[in-house]
């Protein structure tokens, strides 16, 4: 069956350090993937997304994510985190073969350390 | 701010009532996306539709159904509530029509709780 796995619940940076967000797939196919974070109070908004070509993308506020198909996995990075970057953080899989739908993680939660 | 609205922004009911929420996509989007989230649940997709007619269907309790107008706004219609069914609706919408594919914009959410 096809899933999202983020094996981290809970992350805590200190404002400035750097961050990277695991997000492992399974999914027999080629895979849509794609970031949305989630402030508090807010919908979702989309960081980034990856369908073809270049491995790693740049999305918005100074994330990238890089593809490893080896290695199933779309994590998603950022140099130098801001306190305003504290957020939940859900990994996703496109699923088009058979029911069409979009498969989220559980979430990571970010924390940031002034 | 998304361009997608969603209404009411809480709603609390019992148990065996019904309900229904609204939503309002962004200027231009022919797909409306209805979610669940919940705690041991996590981000769930319920349904999709596009231009009025459904598109594709996702982990929705048959107690629970949804519609999009003409003027594309859709409702999501919830009876029969039980206290499992608490938890934070999502509406999305998005230009295309692919579920698996489109940038989805998510409203705010409306928050269900049932006592």
């Known amino acids: 069956a096809q899933s999202v796995t983020q094996p981290d619940i809970h992350i805590t940076v200190s404002e400035g350090a750097s961050l990277e967000l695991r997000c492992n797939y399974s999914y027999g196919a080629t895979p849509y993937l794609f970031w949305y974070v989630q402030s508090p109070g807010q919908g979702l908004q989309l960081l980034l997304k990856?369908?073809?070509?270049?491995?790693l993308v740049q999305g918005i506020k100074g994330f990238e994510a890089e593809f490893k198909r080896s290695q199933s996995s779309f994590n998603l990075r950022k140099p130098s985190v801001h306190w305003s970057d504290a957020a939940e953080y859900f990994c996703?899989?496109?699923?088009?073969?058979?029911?069409?739908?979009?498969?989220f993680g559980q979430g990571t939660r970010l924390t940031i350390n002034p | 701010d998304s361009g997608v609205t969603q209404t009411p922004k809480h709603l609390i009911t019992a148990t065996g009532q019904r309900v229904t929420l609204r939503c309002s996509p962004r200027s231009g989007d022919l797909s409306v996306y209805w979610y669940q989230q919940s705690l041991d649940q996590g981000l769930q997709f319920l349904i999709q539709?596009?231009?009025?007619?459904?598109?594709a269907k996702g982990n929705i309790l048959e107690r629970f159904s949804a519609q999009q107008f003409p003027d594309l706004h859709s409702e999501l219609n919830l009876s029969s509530l039980e206290l499992g069914d608490s938890a934070l609706y999502f509406c999305a919408s998005s230009v295309a029509r692919a579920v698996s594919t489109d940038t989805q914009y998510f409203g705010p959410g409306t928050r269900l709780t049932v006592l």
């Open positions: 539709y596009y231009n009025g007619e459904e598109r």
């Open positions: 990856y369908f073809s070509g270049d491995t």
């Open positions: 996703a899989v496109g699923i088009l073969q058979g029911a069409q739908k979009l498969v």
